[in-house]
């Protein structure tokens, strides 16, 4: 259920931003899917969540994806869990809802 982008709760920081995700690993392709009902963005990671790969994964997929170093990018809370904190360096609330938007073609589906 892709909720509109308003809904997308991210938090402005005095250098940068901070927002909720969920991962969906082992997954065809990394995308963006959208954003889910309490405000958190859904991502979806090839990698596979054992021995970290998949939080390894994650940070250098949103260092692509927001155009900030991957040491900018950092996982605050749930580092062993779907749903995570993220907090990145050097953006803006707007850059990030802007580079954030689900992928063209990626639907989500809610038994993920």
């Known amino acids: 259920m892709?909720?509109?982008l308003e809904d997308f709760n991210i938090t402005d920081r005095r250098h940068g931003a901070a927002f909720a995700v969920r991962?969906?690993?082992r997954a065809p392709r990394d995308e963006v899917v959208g954003v889910q009902e309490g405000g958190s963005v859904k991502i979806r990671l090839t990698a596979s969540p054992s021995e970290g790969q998949a939080n390894i994964a994650l940070i250098k997929f949103l260092s692509a994806r927001l155009g900030v170093p991957e040491?900018?990018?950092e996982i605050v809370a749930g580092q062993d869990r779907r749903d995570k904190m993220i907090s990145v360096e050097?953006?803006?609330v707007e850059d990030v809802e802007e580079r954030l938007k689900p992928d063209?073609?990626?639907?989500?589906d809610d038994s993920e």
């Open 2 to 4: 892709n909720r509109k």
């Open 23 to 25: 991962i969906v690993t």
């Open 71 to 73: 040491s900018a990018v």
């Open 90 to 92: 050097g953006i803006s």
């Open 104 to 108: 063209e073609g990626a639907v989500d």
